[in-house]
């Protein structure tokens, strides 16, 4: 099995009297792109903040390379790199300068400023004040400044919030290669599947503060696609008579509905259908899309 | 410590706190200046007997409300940098202790209103030789005119260092600190155990160092309380 580098326990945070994030439990293996998926105010940036020290968690425990972050917060924060929410700079200061006042509380080599900066891109604009920045280009000095330390872990909240389709496709190809080309673990949280569905190769689904997916992206596709729909006369006889022989079915709308079904067992169902004489109109795949998966789990709240 | 202290003094490159920090004491010079050519006759026959004195009595009443007027201003610049694009979470996401980064702030203060205090002694002794005050300047006492209420006033650096970080709005920390230089103006009357009647270095034991220690004392104190308090907070 793969080495554990994130893993919470009962993460909670409490603002007030509402839990923000209520018994998270994330569990991140290295060199994974993790998708952090979740509509807005679910919860991914307060449980960000938690995981990166800046907040403390209400309840909980946090494991980061298997380091308790609360005893050994300094230890684990040289090992990661953060983007959180929207960038932040020093406006008057430029590319490099924002990234030299950072590599020296790093002590990291002069020469990695260099190295960030084409990684990012930014180099030819390293000597312009930042204040003057895209909001592009702003989001990549931060990714730039989160990969001064070499980390192993990168955690991104939203890093390609507000940026317009060229943006996003620039940071995404970013994302993507990281863990190829460096072997960096990484967190990366947005409210929009269709981003996650790009880069991820983990996922967990985050609504109203509660974990209610994680798993790899191909078991969420998984879910999407195998669910069997089955029409015939007098459903709800059909469907007892299914549940009778052991058969995992659900009666919807008039129609059978059977999720997660293997050939062998589709072949069986329809024969016991027919030997009890009920009619077989149809027998039809239905493929969810992600989006509806995504939207079932969060209760309809918050698409696209 | 060091590397925050060259982290910090990078972010205030090119900003006009540097300006601020050379105009403040040259602004008391130049305003003694006009004092004392408008009325030179007068005042060398009132200091007849000790004319350096007499430029550092009135230089120094100048000094103490520009100076806290002057930290007010510089605390709540510093903090300015990090707030503006909420800076704090990288800054504090970054392997470095938050007692530290809380430290180099109030390090820095303290180094920038230094620095304008030796400006001080700096001014008033070039005004006072071309006063032609003689070249027997007395530089100790020079040096408690521009480092007494340097050290009175340490207190309120840490107030307002405290009150600068801990919020975004610094509408909050200016009004206190304005409000703080026009109290310490006319707070003579008041109780010596008041900090601040501490920079004008009045006290009834007759001992300006008595006011200069108690400001550095009770501003290790609140300067700790604040390490505490921003150590606790979740950063915004
Ligand atoms: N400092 C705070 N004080 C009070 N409530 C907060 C604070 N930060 C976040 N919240 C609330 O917690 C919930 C989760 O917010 P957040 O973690 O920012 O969600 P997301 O990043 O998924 O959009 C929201 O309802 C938000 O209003
Ligand atoms: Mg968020």
């Known amino acids: 099995m793969k080495e554990t580098i994130i893993k919470t326990s009962g993460l909670s945070k409490k603002f007030g009297t509402r839990y923000a994030v209520a018994n998270v439990d994330l569990h991140i293996p290295r060199g994974e792109i993790y998708g952090f998926l979740g509509p807005n105010g679910a919860g991914k940036t307060t449980t960000i903040r938690m995981l990166l020290g800046l907040a403390k968690p209400t309840n909980g425990t946090i494991q980061i390379f298997g380091k308790d972050l609360k005893k050994e917060k300094l230890e684990v924060l040289k090992r990661v790199g953060s983007l959180v929410e929207y960038p932040s700079y020093y406006g008057h200061l430029t590319a490099r300068e924002n990234l030299e006042a950072i590599r020296i509380l790093l002590d990291a080599p002069k020469t990695r400023i260099d190295e960030v900066l084409s990684i990012v891109r930014l180099t030819r604009e390293a000597k312009r004040p930042v204040k003057g920045f895209s909001l592009g280009m702003k989001q990549r000095l931060g990714i730039a400044a989160a990969l001064l330390g070499n980390p192993e872990l990168l955690i991104l909240d939203e890093p390609t919030n507000g940026l317009d389709p060229s943006g996003i496709l620039e940071i995404r190809e970013l994302i993507k290669s990281m863990p190829k080309e460096h072997g960096i673990t990484i967190l990366v949280s947005s409210h929009l599947l269709s981003e996650i569905d790009l880069m991820a190769t983990q996922v967990g689904i985050i609504s109203k503060g509660r974990m209610i997916f994680q798993d790899s992206i191909e078991t969420l596709r998984r879910r999407s696609s195998s669910n069997i729909v089955i029409k015939t006369d007098e459903a709800e006889e059909a469907w007892k008579l299914l549940l009778s022989k052991g058969h995992n079915a659900e009666l919807e709308q008039g129609r059978l509905q059977l999720s997660n079904i293997s050939d062998h067992e589709i072949s069986k169902v329809i024969a016991e259908l027919v030997e009890s004489r009920f009619p077989v109109y149809r027998v039809q795949e239905e493929k969810k899309s992600l989006e509806d998966i995504f939207l079932e789990l969060t209760g309809g709240e918050g698409g696209l | ?236």
């Open chain 2, 1 to 236: 410590m060091l590397k925050i202290l060259a982290s910090d003094l990078i972010k205030m490159k090119r900003k006009i706190i540097w300006l601020l920090i050379f105009l403040g004491p040259f602004g008391v010079a130049a305003l003694e200046a006009v004092n004392f050519g408008l009325r030179y006759e007068y005042l060398t026959k009132e200091y007849e007997k000790d004319l350096w004195g007499g430029l550092i009595n009135e230089a120094g009443f100048l000094a103490t409300p520009a100076l806290m007027l002057g930290l007010t201003l510089i605390a709540s610049m510093i903090a300015s940098i990090e707030h503006q694009t909420n800076a704090w979470k990288q800054l504090l996401a970054l392997p470095v202790s938050k007692l530290r980064i809380f430290t180099g702030k109030m390090l820095l203060a303290s180094l920038l209103l230094l620095i304008s205090s030796t400006l001080l002694l700096i001014f008033v002794l070039i005004l006072g030789l071309v006063l032609k005050f003689g070249s027997d300047f007395p530089l100790l006492g020079l040096a408690k005119m521009a480092y007494y209420p340097y050290l009175a006033s340490m207190t309120f650096i840490a107030v307002q260092i405290w009150l600068s970080i801990s919020m975004k709005n610094q509408a909050i920390p200016l009004t206190v600190g304005i409000l703080g230089t026009i109290l310490s103006l006319i707070s003579f009357r008041f109780p010596d155990w008041l900090p601040w009647k501490w920079p004008l270095l009045e006290n009834s034991w007759g001992d300006p160092a008595y006011s200069a220690l108690a400001g550095l004392a009770f501003g290790i104190v609140i300067y700790f309380l604040g390490a505490v308090d921003f150590t606790r907070k979740d950063v915004n």
